[in-house]
Structure formats: structure tokens, C-alpha cells
């Protein structure tokens, strides 16, 4: 049995030129461009972080037009553009498996909306390459006031 010897081809070529192609593709865009779309558009970006048990005396020291610092950089992370107050409450059950809602007395909850200057795309919102998303916790410091919340939306807006 003798083996036949494989020729060089234009099917060849094509297939190498698909198969480098594919690979120059995937190495783009998962190694150079890591953070996705994001690096590329500035947005406007408005998040509200949800904050529990703040101190009835605290709640009113948060003001429209407060620079917003995250804690751990230091990075002003947007300015302050509304506060809800709300009673804090608890949520449990009755003895007989009904859900209670009560307030917890002497506490707020504290609804902070927040405007910033930050890039995002598909990969998400990035404010000073600090990543903001729906979910994720923050400690924030703000002229008057130290705490720790919750984003619970965020939203490109005009």
C-alpha cells in the first residue's frame, strides 16, 4: 500500500484563511477589548441605591446636589438628584402563616437617586471603572452621611 502524497490547494488556503479569521476574531474580542463595548460609549447613567436601617436622626442629611463617594476607592461615583424616605419595615409571618408587614420604629429606609457621567454597553455601566449594576452592594460616603445599600435599578437617561 502506498501512500498518495497531499498537494497544496486553493481549498487548502481557503480553509487556513477561514480558520485564522475565526481565531484573529475571538482573540479580538476577548482579549483586546475585555471590557466589551463599554470603553466606547459615554451615557448618562442614573441608578437609585436602596438603604436599610438608617437612623431617623440621619435620614435628612442626604440633600439633591451631594457629590456621591464609593467608599472603598474613594472615586466620586455621581451626585445625589432625589431622596425618598421611607419607614423601614419588617417583613415576618403571624402564628397563623400570614405575612406582617411592620415599621421598625426609629429607622428609615432611604431611596437615593444618583446621576453620573458613565460609559456602558453590553457588558454593562462603568462610572470611573468602578462597575455599577442592579443588585450589586455599595458603601457610599456622602457629605453628611455613611452607609451601605443596594442598587435596585439603573438607566441610561438623556
Known sequence: MEKKKHRFNIVD????????GAAALLLRSFVFNAGGDAEGKKINLQYVIETDMISEDLADNVKAGDAVYDYESGRMIGTVTACDIRNATHVGMSDGGVQVVSDIVGYRSLYITVESPATG???GYYIDKLSISVGKDYALMLPELYCTGSCISAEVID
Do not use: E, F, H
Open 13 to 20: 488556503l481557503v480553509i487556513i484563511l477561514v480558520v485564522l
Open 121 to 123: 454597553g453590553p457588558t
